[in-house]
């Protein structure tokens, strides 16, 4: 049996950065005589077991703003997903301290939202529109703005050919589907504001994951059931290798699929800790036939 590892595989640089953060705080809330409540706005990374490491630490989550005058005052960290204006505000204005760790990409994309809608175009914000993400994307423009999840939507959305759309995509978008989207925009002669935003971690994970799963027999991609960039690793690697299998933890790992000649590809999500990694590498490797 064979075992390829995805270099790429795993924290990528944003939830590291975000990870970090809240361990820094940790820290510091250990040397004081008075520990100050720490909370992340919503779980920190799509990942359960991080969420509840975290837990167990004192680090509790607030799903959503109307929970803010139900728990004592403290510091709050942004995770990497980013949040809306208007949530940005209401948090400090309840007299939390806000530590900001949006991811820098993310980051970007709210100031080319924000910017093009005071400008006067309409916005289109390409990616799942319940994602924590593009909420908070949505919420940097000035304006209403308009989703497209799936190709046929462009179909679906209303469309001025006397309007100018600033078109971003989510950071874990799906390179070619965006690629597609856009043409169909322009095939339909409107006019368009194009904005590479989709993460460039996220298509060198995307590339790496669809050129292996060609190499391989079987497939494993791990990673939280609820993360969307974990989620589209394995569509992808699906659509190359049919024995794919999604695994959140080493309990979801089957070995007796395995078997001696086996070629076994593995990759992981934005938010895939390493120790869960290296776990499923060590229960791969050891496997017995
Ligand atoms: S996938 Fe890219 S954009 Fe998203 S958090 Fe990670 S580094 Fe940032």
New binding site residues.
């Given amino acids: 049996m064979e075992i390829l590892i995805a270099k790429s595989a795993g924290f990528?640089?944003?939830?590291d950065q975000a990870v970090n953060k809240i361990e820094k705080l940790i820290a510091i809330n250990q040397t004081l005589n008075v520990p100050k409540p720490l909370y992340t706005y919503g779980p920190i990374i799509h990942n359960p077991h991080v969420v509840d490491n975290l837990k167990k630490r004192h680090v509790n989550v607030i799903a959503k703003i109307e929970e803010l005058p139900l728990v004592e005052k403290g510091t709050i960290l942004i995770r990497?997903?980013g949040v809306t204006f208007q949530e940005m505000k209401e948090m400090k204005d309840a007299g939390f301290e806000v530590v900001d760790s949006t991811?820098?990409?993310?980051k970007k994309i709210h100031r080319i939202v924000q910017k093009a809608s005071k400008e006067g175009h309409e916005i289109i914000i390409v990616g799942s529109k319940a994602h924590p993400?593009v909420v908070g994307i949505s919420g940097w423009s000035l304006k209403p703005v308009q989703f497209i999840e799936e190709l046929e939507d462009v179909d679906e959305i209303e469309l001025e050919i006397s309007k100018t759309y600033c078109v971003v995509a989510q950071?874990?978008f799906n390179h070619n589907l965006y690629e597609g989207i856009l043409n169909k925009l322009q095939k339909k002669g409107i006019r368009v504001i194009i904005n590479e935003t989709i993460?460039?971690?996220?298509v060198e994970r995307q590339i790496e994951a669809n050129e292996l799963s060609k190499r391989v027999t079987k497939m494993l991609v791990i990673g939280g059931k609820d993360s969307s960039?974990t989620r589209k690793l394995y569509e992808i690697c699906k659509r190359q290798c049919k024995d794919t299998y999604y695994i959140e933890t080493i309990e979801d790992l089957v070995l007796n699929v395995f078997t001696v000649n086996d070629i076994i590809g593995i990759t992981a999500g934005?938010s895939t800790p390493k120790n869960i990694i290296e776990e499923v590498i060590s229960n791969v490797r050891n496997a017995e036939f």
Avoid: D
């Fill in positions: 990528c640089f944003g939830v990497s997903h991811c820098p990409y993310v993400e950071t874990t993460c460039a971690a996220t960039n934005a």
